[in-house]
């Protein structure tokens, strides 16, 4: 379709072209960073620093043409250093921990594994606007179930113990005792476990539509030592099983669901007498207008291709959108029968809302 353009502003087209310029870049530092963590050469250059392209490719065994185009892409994007009198490249402290610290929350590749995926499946984002169908979760390829594990994992071990829990009114206490949990849309069970390992006495049960994340559940819960007081199962968040649970939390995954509403009324139904129910979201303003910033864009722009695709594929597809915020949230627990809602804790990526019948 041919556009008509008049009347530009030169400076604003200006303004427009850099940002978009520096867009671009980042998109494709993304993709070297990607490349060097599936290669694990952030950690081979981080251990022997300072290095030629040569040092590097005798300690890895990746030819060395491949190595100092590669080096020269992340010198170019400031990901690590370049020392031109010696032609060496190193990696600073902090250039490590976003690039190789695996397991620690500035460590961003689990962040780049899901957006590789979001670019890997466009063919998909593309088709399902073309006909207004969903993408149901496990229709993504497999870098975003491993890239949503590595990136929520860390920020989980990081706040979930130390202060959302302890947030929640007298669930700490029920926990050390010994209480009944479920995590509802436990995905690979990274804070099913993380649970598991600091509340021995408590049996968590982790329910998600996904077979294949809940065979990981599995495998990394036995990994961790917890298989004996965690139980993992295919269910839905309509559906699980079982009752009397003294807490059900849902991790980053209520707003994926096609109907977050029915959702809370089981929730609701399956709750112990005074239980709580424990929903972590991805933090959000109430409007678009105070959601536009960086981390407003990454949110919306996973939920136009993963999140609001989840929720059309199944039944009633509200689709909340990754970005719903408190208010909009508060409105859904509501309806779905809890009264008493809070925001009990947040961080800079995420907000922890607390709702009791
Ligand atoms: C963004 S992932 C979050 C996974 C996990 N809670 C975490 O924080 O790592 C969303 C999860 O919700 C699950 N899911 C989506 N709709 C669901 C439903 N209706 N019932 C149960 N699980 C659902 C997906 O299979 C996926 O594992």
């Known amino acids: 379709m041919a556009v008509q353009i008049e009347d530009v502003d030169e400076s604003k087209l200006e303004e427009l072209q850099g940002k978009v310029i520096t867009d671009v870049a980042g998109s494709l530092g993304l993709l070297i960073g990607y490349l060097g963590d599936q290669l694990d050469l952030y950690s081979a250059l981080a251990e022997i620093s300072p290095a030629t392209s040569q040092e590097l490719a005798e300690n890895t065994g990746i030819k060395e043409r491949y190595l100092r185009e590669w080096l020269s892409a992340n010198a170019a994007g400031g990901y690590i250093e370049y020392d031109p009198a010696?032609?060496?490249?190193?990696?600073?402290?902090?250039?490590?921990?976003?690039?190789?610290?695996?397991?620690?929350?500035?460590?961003?590749?689990?962040?780049f594994q899901a957006v590789v995926s979001a670019y890997t499946d466009v063919p998909k984002a593309t088709e399902a606007f073309r006909?207004?169908?969903?993408?149901?979760?496990?229709d993504h390829s497999e870098c975003l179930f491993c890239g949503?594990?590595?990136?929520?994992?860390?920020?989980?071990?990081?706040?979930?113990?130390?202060?959302?829990?302890?947030?929640?009114e007298g669930v700490k206490e029920k926990l050390e005792a010994g209480a009944k949990v479920a995590d509802v849309g436990c995905g690979h069970g990274s804070s099913t476990i993380i649970l598991a390992q600091a509340f021995p006495n408590s049996t968590f049960h982790g329910f998600d539509l996904h077979g294949p994340s809940i065979d990981h559940a599995r495998e990394h819960a036995r990994a961790a030592g917890v298989a004996n007081n965690t139980i993992f199962e295919v269910s839905t968040a309509t559906e699980y099983p079982g009752n009397n649970y003294d807490l059900?939390?849902?991790?980053?995954?209520?707003?994926?669901?096609?109907?977050?509403?029915?959702?809370?009324?089981?929730?609701?139904?399956?709750?112990?007498?005074?239980?709580?129910f424990m929903l972590v979201e991805p933090f959000a303003e109430d409007n678009l207008e105070d959601n536009s910033h960086p981390l407003g864009q990454i949110y919306y722009s996973f939920s136009t291709t993963v999140c609001v695709p989840n929720s059309l594929s199944q039944e009633v597809g509200l689709a909340l959108g990754a970005q719903a915020g408190e208010k909009r949230?508060?409105?859904?627990?509501?309806?779905?029968g809890l009264g008493q809602v809070r925001c009990a804790a947040k961080t800079p990526t995420n907000m922890v809302l607390e709702a009791r019948a």
């Open 86 to 111: 010696l032609q060496t490249f190193s990696m600073t402290p902090e250039q490590t921990m976003i690039f190789a610290a695996e397991g620690n929350p500035n460590c961003m590749q689990g962040f």
């Open 131 to 138: 006909t207004g169908e969903g993408i149901p979760w496990g």
């Open 148 to 168: 949503t594990e590595r990136f929520f994992r860390p920020m989980y071990a990081a706040n979930l113990i130390e202060s959302w829990i302890p947030a929640l």
């Open 248 to 276: 059900v939390a849902i991790f980053d995954a209520l707003h994926d669901m096609g109907d977050p509403v029915g959702a809370t009324k089981h929730v609701a139904s399956t709750l112990a007498e005074g239980g709580t």
């Open 329 to 336: 949230l508060t409105d859904v627990l509501n309806e779905g």
